[in-house]
């Protein structure tokens, strides 16, 4: 046998190197430079420490900081980071996980005294000082029951209860030692400390051990790391317009909608500003239904459980629904979805499949039981309204359904002002079965549908495996806001599930029973999610057709409040939402509170502009002011209404 492996590089050629060779190696012997840039490796599809020896042939690829996934790893290998300094500084204290994030890292620290905003200071300073030591983070394997006493006597229960959940009696465990640090952990990770170029510790935030209430509280630090200082100095500035942004404070600021501790967390309570915002959303989205051939439904909130049961949400969604409420005929539970009221609907006559697709809609109100440690004002909340719609439909009407429901979701996000998107397509993974109901072939037939439909429209979409729905595989469209930002909003999910469980059929062209195809859609993703998402893009300052308030007239002196209220009867007659600020307070104080209201327009109107007919216009965002005829504002402002505008 050879002593020699054939390893296989990314460009198609091939290199023949001696068994137990790095990946590290194979990148020094193709160049110096990709050596030096080299963060981690890839073969066969899962990621490696370049010092890992190659015992087979395979396929190579050397990661830098050009690669999306390097820089997974080189959050991981910050948390790691963060970890061994708040050892150095606190040596008590006990470790939990440190993942990378989305947009950085965290570690879980239990400790009885509370890190405080000094100690983050100190933290920080001290991986400063790790990172330009350069300690490799050095890869070693234990027996299990090694490494379980030697966590056990330190007192890491939580590293303790990772080893004991995510390994076998007779394997060996991976640690990660980073100078006196070392931690349970499969990695990989990059080379060594120093290459960290940039990171800044952010906040401290309470977290439950294993997510219950039970359990001890720990301490999660939360930072970010990027691969240039101008990228995390980007991102720090991206964070401070966010406060700004903050659709809690702008809430209460533009008085949109509150939570009463009366009342409990997570339940919005939508103040008058914010009412006339949610009519306008909701105005839109029935519209849409109804032009794009949609009926629309109302379910109850409260249901049997025998029908959750039968839906499979008693077993497999139980946690996240509130308690059983015991009513005299049953047991009932609040609604966490919508779609078994709507598998009702449609079973309750028997259809053709001339009748297909049925498409159902409801704006539906749903109750989801949300830790309080995850709830975030409008964007996760206890109750909420879904723009929910149910497709039931045929196989041949498959793909056309799911490529009307992307096209849909595209028209509501433009409509709203975002025209940036990104698509994910989220697939089982068979490792996994019991997470996940069907068979393989259902499944493949499933995600083939979607990949055809995403592969036609010509949108380009990242696949993630095990991020399905248990039913089924889904469609999920992340909107860009004004500052960069991803949000999750609408989803578009096949479901074989259901329509099995309820035994639903139609009556196929030969005269036999058939099980119709489901699509689970919904395009705001939540009335309130997507509110908040508007509030934060928008920094309050909503186009015209969504203002609460569109127009303020503010008469200079008392005299002038009869022209201001007739100009303001005239902007009403064309559906114009306009209010009379006849108050006997000085003039550029109105302007200043109206302008903290964020009112696109305020017409100033005194004895000039009443004897001409005309306005004197203060558009929001613009410091010269402009006279024009009150009829030809009328037709400006109804124009930008109308045409749903974002400019003013």
Not at 41 to 46: E, Q
Not at 123 to 136: G, H, R, T, Y
Not at 244 to 259: A, E, P, T
Request: glycine share 8%; hydrophobic share 35%.
């Amino acid at each position: 046998m050879s002593d020699n492996i054939q390893i296989k590089l990314p460009d198609g050629s091939t290199k023949e190197v001696p068994k137990g060779t790095t990946a590290l190696e194979v990148a020094k012997s193709i160049s110096p430079r990709l050596a030096d840039a080299a963060l981690v490796a890839k073969t066969n599809g899962d990621l490696i420490d370049l010092s890992r020896p190659l015992e087979e042939d395979a396929d190579l690829k050397i990661l830098t900081e050009k690669d999306p996934e390097a820089l997974e790893v080189y959050r991981h290998s910050s948390a790691h980071l963060l970890a061994a300094a708040v050892l150095e500084l606190f040596p008590e204290t006990k470790l939990g996980h440190g993942p990378a994030t989305e947009s950085g890292f965290f570690y879980d620290f239990y400790r009885p005294t509370a890190f405080t905003p000094e100690d983050l200071e100190k933290i920080e300073k001290k991986m400063q000082e790790l990172a330009q030591q350069n300690i490799p983070y050095a890869r070693e394997f234990l027996p299990r029951d090694e490494g379980l006493r030697k966590f056990k006597g330190e007192g890491d229960f939580m590293k303790c209860h990772y080893i004991e959940q995510f390994t076998k009696p007779d394997e060996k465990i991976s640690i990660y030692k980073t100078g006196k640090f070392l931690d349970f952990c499969r990695g990989p990770h990059i080379p060594s400390t120093g290459k960290i170029k940039a990171f800044k510790l952010l906040n401290i935030a309470g977290a439950y051990w294993l997510g219950d209430e039970k359990n001890p509280q720990l301490q999660r630090i939360y930072g970010t790391s990027f691969f240039s200082k101008k990228d995390l100095e980007n991102y720090l500035n991206q964070i401070e317009e966010a406060k700004k942004r903050d659709h809690r404070v702008l809430g209460k600021q533009l008085d949109l909608f509150s939570i009463q501790e009366l009342a409990g967390p997570g339940l919005i309570f939508w103040h008058p500003k914010g009412g006339i915002i949610r009519k306008e959303m909701e105005d839109w989205m029935r519209d849409q239904y109804l032009k794009r051939g949609y009926s629309l439904v109302y379910t109850p909130h409260v249901m049997r459980k025998q029908l959750w049961q039968t839906s499979g949400h008693e077993g497999y969604y139980a946690q996240n629904m509130f308690d059983v409420m015991e009513l005299d005929d049953a047991e009932y539970r609040l609604k966490p979805m919508n779609c078994p009221g709507h598998i009702l609907i449609y079973r309750d006559s028997l259809k053709s499949y001339r009748d297909l697709p049925v498409r159902l809609g409801e704006l539906g109100t749903v109750y989801r039981y949300e830790r309080s440690g995850v709830m975030h004002g409008l964007l996760r909340v206890r109750g909420f309204t879904q723009d929910d719609a149910h497709i039931f439909c045929t196989p041949e009407q498959i793909e056309g359904e799911i490529a009307s429901c992307v096209e849909f979701a595209n028209d509501t996000l433009k409509d709203f002002g975002f025209d940036q998107f990104i698509t994910e397509l989220s697939t089982w993974n068979p490792a996994d079965r019991k997470n996940f109901v069907g068979s393989e072939g259902q499944w493949n037939l499933a995600t083939s549908s979607l990949e055809k439909v995403l592969k036609r429209l010509g949108i380009e979409h990242k696949t993630i495996v095990g991020e399905a729905a248990f039913y089924g595989p889904k469609i999920d469209i992340k909107l860009v806001d004004a500052i960069g930002r991803l949000w999750q909003l609408s989803t578009v999910q096949f479901d074989f599930n259901l329509p099995a469980r309820f035994n639903l059929e139609y009556v196929a062209e030969d005269g036999t029973r058939k099980q119709p195809l489901m699509v689970h859609r919904a395009l705001y993703g939540s009335v309130e999610r997507f509110f908040g998402v508007l509030i934060e893009h928008y920094a309050g300052a909503f186009p015209v057709w969504l203002s609460p308030v569109q127009v303020v007239m503010i008469p200079i002196s008392e005299r002038h409040a009869g022209y201001a209220n007739k100009v303001a009867a005239q902007l009403r007659e064309i559906s114009v939402r306009v209010e009379v600020d006849a108050r006997n307070e000085k003039m550029n104080a109105k302007i200043r509170e109206h302008a903290l209201q964020k009112v696109p327009f305020m017409l100033v109107v005194g004895d000039k502009e009443a004897e001409a007919g005309k306005v004197n216009v203060r558009t929001r965002g613009k410091e010269k002011t402009e006279d024009m005829g009150a009829e030809e504002f009328g037709e400006k402002v109804a124009r930008l209404i109308r045409d749903k505008s974002s400019a003013l």
